[in-house]
């Protein structure tokens, strides 16, 4: 069976802070992936980045950065300097192997204040 | 138009109507996907579409039948729903390949149902 935990419900932050999500997963598959969606509050989830399970390198984009670290089955997800519009529910989900179905964490609401 | 998109945005019905949601991908992929998204809970999918054929139901209710007529459009039709149905309905869609990997999915803007 598989398992996201994102412990953190919700964050607030003033602008300009760096903020950390935390999110960690359970499989017994050796090969799957890692999702980071955004949800602004209209609604869509809007894809972030995926990983598979082999490539441990951590990625950078803009002002987003993640850690992923399979000894500790933790895929965190930084963004540095935040602002405003960075507010949203952050979900992270994890796909096993050919499996069609992500299984999502319950996600945290990111709040930056002005 | 791009992406996912889906029609209508928000929607109102009693528990004796019957409607209909719609999503459209124009992104090429040929797998759709009907998740539910209730308040304090996390994501469920509801049912997959691959090469329009339906390849997994999540143990969903008979009062929510899909339909896919093309790999471009999916149907949720609802009828006969109960308040607890009262959700965010978000739709999916990805590229599967003959072998059966996936890539990532792209999600809509979702339908924002209420059952009275």
């Known amino acids: 069976a598989q398992k996201v935990t994102q412990a953190q419900t919700e964050i607030s932050v003033v602008e300009k802070e760096d903020v950390t999500l935390d999110c960690v997963y359970e499989?017994?598959?050796?090969?799957?992936?890692l999702f980071w969606y955004k949800q602004p509050p209209s609604g869509e989830l809007v894809f972030l980045i995926r990983?598979?399970?082999?490539?441990?390198q951590n990625e950078i984009s803009g002002r987003y950065s993640w850690n992923f670290q399979k000894s500790t089955s933790s895929f965190n997800f930084t963004i540095t300097a935040s602002q405003v519009v960075d507010s949203a529910v952050y979900f992270c989900?994890?796909?096993?192997?050919?499996?069609?179905?992500?299984?999502f964490g319950s996600g945290t609401q990111l709040t930056v204040l002005p | 138009e791009t992406g996912v998109t889906q029609t209508p945005r928000h929607l109102v019905m009693g528990m004796t109507n019957k409607k209909s949601l719609k999503c459209e991908q124009h992104?090429?992929?040929?797998?759709m996907y009907w998740y539910k998204q209730s308040a304090k809970k996390p994501l469920e999918l509801m049912f997959v579409y691959s090469l329009e054929e339906r390849v997994e139901n999540n143990s969903v209710p008979s009062r929510f039948s899909p339909e896919c007529p093309n790999s471009s459009h999916l149907f949720l039709h609802l009828h006969t729903l109960q308040p607890e149905d009262s959700a965010l309905y978000l739709c999916a869609s990805s590229q599967e390949s003959l072998a059966g990997a996936q890539e990532t999915q792209y999600f809509g803007p979702g339908t924002r149902l209420l059952v009275l």
């Open positions: 989900a994890l796909r096993p192997g050919s499996a069609r179905q992500l299984t």
């Open positions: 992104l090429g992929h040929n797998a």
């Open positions: 499989t017994r598959d050796t090969t799957y992936y």
């Open positions: 990983r598979n399970s082999f490539d441990e």
